[in-house]
Structure formats: C-alpha cells, structure tokens
C-alpha cells in the first residue's frame, strides 16, 4: 500500500511540474468530452513516461500451514498436468488428483493429531489454529414472510423480525413489548 501512495504521489508532482508548462486554455477548447479526452490522454502520457512498473520477483505463495512440501508437490503437479490436457477426465489428471488429495488429507491430518498431542505445550498455537478454522462472518438472510415470500433486503428482514419479536414479546408479557432493530441501507448510485 505504501508503495502506491509513493506512486501516486510522485505521479502528483510529476503532473504539478509538467502542467505548469501546458497552455490548458489553448488545450481544452471545445466541448467537455472533447476537453476531457485530451486531459486523460495527457494524463495516461505522464503516467506512463514519469511512473515506472515494478519489475521484480514474484512472491513465495501463500501455502496452509498443514500443507506439508510432498503434499506441496503433488497439488503443483496436478497443476501442471491439468494445464498441459485441460480436462479432469484425462486419466493422468484423476491419478494426480487423487494422489494429490489423499496427500492434503495426511497432511492435514498429520498436523492436526500433531496440535492436539502438544497441546499442553503449545496451547497458543492450538487456539490460533482452532480459531483461525472457525472465523466466519455472521450474518443474516434472506428469511421467508409470512406468505412464504423470500426476502432479502434489509429493511425488509429487520420488519419480520419486528413483527416476530412483537408477537413473542406479547405471548410472554402482560405490557407489550417491541424491539427495534436499526435499518441501516446503504445507498445505491
């Protein structure tokens, strides 16, 4: 991120210094999309001549922490097999596949009875990992109304559970009850 606020900047100071130099009343005569294509084309030509693209290596991918390197070189070898026939069907891919699968199962599997025999030694690493399985974002939706109706927009679904909240709460207790859930929307442009 840092390195494209640097690029940016440096493309802000580049344009600052060379649009001192250009007679914009001379350019950008005519109608406004006229104006404006020959303002993106300036535009794109400095980005082009004064911000450089990063040639450089790539980056070591990301692998599972249970992924052990044969289980690494099996997956990457179904990779490859699948790139040279580009069907599933072809019998050198459903081989490495399923070596490749049966591998990840091990590994992780391996990995996992691992943590659960040194657990008294390494609890946080178990929590990290048990926790890391188990993140999810709640959420909720779409529901069904009261004639069966999906819905899934939000206003919508805070009025059902309005409405169902109101009826347990008078069900329950003399003094009714109602709960209100804020509809925040975002709007849509």
Aim: charged residues 30%; glycine residues 4%.
């Amino acid at each position: 991120m840092l390195e494209s606020v640097w690029i940016t900047l440096k493309l802000i100071l580049m344009v600052s210094e060379v649009s001192c130099k250009i007679d914009w009343d001379y350019e950008l005569t005519g109608t406004v999309q006229n104006s404006w294509d020959i303002f993106k084309a300036k535009l794109h030509e400095l980005e082009r001549r004064y911000v450089t693209n990063k040639q450089g290596t790539l980056a070591k991918r990301n692998k599972f922490i249970w992924m052990t390197h044969k289980a690494m070189k099996l997956v990457e070898k179904k990779h490859r097999i699948f790139r040279k026939y580009n069907d599933v069907s072809h019998p050198a891919y459903v081989k490495a596949s399923k070596m490749a699968s049966s591998e990840v199962k091990r590994a992780k599997y391996n990995f996992e009875s691992k943590m659960a025999r040194n657990i008294k030694t390494g609890v946080k690493s178990f929590y990290a990992y048990v926790r890391q399985k188990s993140c999810s974002r709640p959420r909720v939706g779409p529901l069904k109304d009261g004639t069966g109706q999906v819905v899934s927009e939000a206003c919508h679904m805070v009025e059902i559970f309005n409405d169902f909240f109101l009826r347990f709460s008078q069900r329950k207790t003399a003094r009714p009850f109602r709960m209100w859930l804020i509809c925040l929307v975002k709007p849509e442009f």
